[in-house]
């Protein structure tokens, strides 16, 4: 299939169903912490995405030098095809469900199938959906982050669906089943490589792509602090379960808003200001958590605070694919490592810090105004406005 309708269509359908399949685990928590089920523990729970979260990261950082060398379809092939193999594999799981011993270190396999299908997915579709749309490259990366994000917040919603967590089962099953019917038509399509997937032969990280990698660290411990510990730190707010998960749900749906939107209105208006105070508002927001712990807003606040964190990791990919269009691939590659090694850092840091809420509070406004600093030091003769 040559029609150039057709491959966007197919590209961010699974734009879409690669951030479904990344939080399956995630969102199967409660199966595999039930006792009747999995019988996993706490602890085996949370060591479950160690090897998620480095796999992410090295094929993040690898994806980059091998879709230079064979072309962005096979490695999103590669990719697509370890989170098929590893959903469909965690289905038929529960024909081995008297195995419990073998349970625990076949997940561990799985999760790292999945993060290093996400790793090898994601970093090829950034820049391929650039690539798509040579005069809107930043828009096109901030709409398929939208869509990515979309995917993540579908999972949970299906295990409400389902009801009875005994029918864990249908939620990789049938994710497994769309998965593969997007991955034959993905196979039907034609992508050249093209110069936009090559990288130079001889070149080095310029120094700032190493601000723009800092920047994301930064921004991932943010994320990763209000993704993974929101809900207790609303709960230490006063919030009862029901409100606190709520807010993360807020939280989650500010992102995608904001990334629509700036996906849609950034062609039109110059949003690079926007972009770059950003951090700011969010250090506002964070303060007023901080100072007035008052639960009639809290919601709000989580909102907002999403909300104006939403363009940050998606715009910066967009601005730095602009800013170094030899190296876009890398870039893609190099910024998800970047965001995925702050998340991870911080979700194995705060569990033994969650109850000191003011602390965490504290350093958040802090990484924020950091992180409006190394916007503005990247704004000095840079192509912000094209990316905007």
């Known amino acids: ?41 706490p602890s085996k729970f949370g060591n479950l995405f ?73 970093t090829t579709l950034n820049p391929l959906a650039a690539s798509l749309f040579n005069n809107k490259r930043s828009s096109a990366i901030l709409i398929l982050q939208f869509l990515v994000g979309l995917g993540t917040s579908t999972s949970p919603l299906m295990m409400n669906l389902i009801g009875d967590v005994k029918n864990w089962m249908y939620i990789p099953g049938s994710i497994f089943i769309v998965v593969t019917i997007a991955f034959i038509a993905f196979l039907f399509l034609k992508l050249e490589k093209g110069t936009f997937f090559e990288l130079p032969r001889h070149f080095k990280i310029p120094g700032k792509l190493w601000i723009f990698f800092v920047t994301i660290i930064l921004y991932g411990c943010i994320e990763g602090t209000f993704g993974s510990f929101g809900g207790i730190i609303l709960k230490n707010q006063g919030l009862d379960n029901n409100k606190a998960s709520l807010g993360l749900s807020l939280f989650w749906g500010g ?48 909102f907002f605070i999403g909300f104006f964190m939403g363009s940050i990791f998606p715009g910066s990919i967009g601005w ?65 406005k094209e990316a905007f």
């Open 320 to 384: 730095g694919t602009i800013e170094f269009p030899t190296l876009s691939v890398l870039v893609s590659g190099f910024l998800m490592a970047a965001n995925q090694i702050g998340t991870g850092a911080v979700t194995n840091i705060l569990g033994h810090f969650s109850n000191y809420t003011s602390m965490i509070l504290e350093f958040l406004i802090v990484f924020m105004i950091l992180i409006c600093g190394l916007l503005f030091y990247l704004k000095r003769d840079s192509k912000i």
């Open 1 to 41: 299939m040559n029609s150039k309708t057709v491959t966007i269509i197919v590209v961010y359908l699974l734009a879409f169903l690669t951030g479904v399949n990344f939080v399956v685990f995630p969102a199967l928590g409660t199966a595999f912490t039930d006792h009747s089920l999995f019988e996993l523990s």
């Open 255 to 302: 992102i995608a808003l904001n990334r629509l939107l700036f996906g849609i209105f950034s062609e039109r208006f110059n949003l690079s200001y926007v972009y770059l105070t950003s951090p700011l508002w969010v250090a506002g927001l964070v303060f007023l958590m901080l100072v007035d712990p008052n639960v009639n807003i809290l919601l709000f606040l989580m």
């Open 50 to 122: 160690i090897p998620q979260v480095i796999c992410i990261i090295v094929s993040c950082l690898g994806a980059p030098f091998l879709v230079n060398k064979i072309g962005p379809k096979i490695v999103l092939s590669c990719g697509l095809l370890l989170m098929i193999i590893s959903t469909g594999t965690l289905w038929i799981l529960h024909y081995f469900m008297d195995e419990k011993f073998l349970l625990f270190p076949v997940l561990m396999i799985l999760v790292a199938f999945t993060g290093t299908g996400f790793g090898l997915s994601i």
